[in-house]
Every structure is written in C-alpha cells, then in structure tokens.
Nanobody, 129 residues
Framework: QVQLVESGGDSVQAGGSLRLSCVVSGSTYSRYPLGWFRQAPGKEREGVAAIASDAATTYADSVKGRFTISKDNAKNILYLQMNSLKPEDTAMYYC???????????????????????WGQGTQVTVSS
C-alpha cells in the first residue's frame, strides 16, 4: 500500500506562483513514476506533469514553460512549482504513482489518469483574475 499526501494549495492572483508538495510513503520504489493531475469542477481529471522512472519529465501543453515537476528522492517528496498562474489553472491538484517502471521524456502515457493506481486526496488551487 502506498500513501500520498499533497499540500501547498492556496488562493492566489493571476501571475502568482505556488509550490505543491506530495509526500510519498509506504510500499513504494523510488523509481516508480509520479505524476501531478488536476480536476476542475465539471471537467475530467487531466494530467499536468509527470516524472518517469529515468527522471525524464512530461508536461501538458497548457503548462509547459510555466510549471516544473521535481522529486527529492531522499525525502520521497514530489514537487510542482507553478509560475505565471492563470485562472484556468484553478482546480483540485492530485499526485499519483504507478507501480512499475516507465521511462522517457514527453511520454504521454504518463499524463493519463487511468494509468495510475495510487492517489492522494488533493490540494485546492484557486487563481483569481
């Protein structure tokens, strides 16, 4: 069993920044891929960014150049640095992991929520104009 706990969500104005954190614990392996996903009211959950087993990263087109995903392997913490936030970034943000090895940059497989098994409870990000 794997536990993921997100934090760092807040209400900010457009143009602002936030850093989300996700603490990963339990029966997990440091090379399992990790991802950030979000879900706005009335919309489907979508992939935002992911880090593969070889540390390669993948970003959704909507956040490329503004968001950065990173991982502290020693502390088992996943981060999402979000800059130049827009009102359309408003959503509940979730971290998730998949119990297998997946490699490669720009790997769209890692942005599909249905491919991930363990999920956190989410942290709310609200961006006002």
């Amino acid at each position: 069993q794997v536990q993921l706990v997100e934090s760092g969500g807040d209400s900010v104005q457009a143009g602002g920044s936030l850093r989300l954190s996700c603490v990963v614990s339990g029966s997990t392996y440091s090379r399992y891929p990790l991802g950030w996903f979000r879900q706005a009211p009335g919309k489907e959950r979508e992939g935002v960014a992911a880090i593969a087993s070889d540390a390669a990263t993948t970003y959704a087109d909507s956040v490329k150049g503004r968001f950065t995903i990173s991982k502290d392997n020693a502390k088992n913490i996943l981060y999402l640095q979000m800059n130049s936030l827009k009102p359309e970034d408003t959503a509940m943000y979730y971290c998730a992991t998949y119990p297998g090895l997946v490699i490669g940059a720009n790997n769209r497989w890692l942005l599909r929520p249905s491919n991930f098994r363990w999920w956190g409870q989410g942290t709310q990000v609200t961006v006002s104009s």
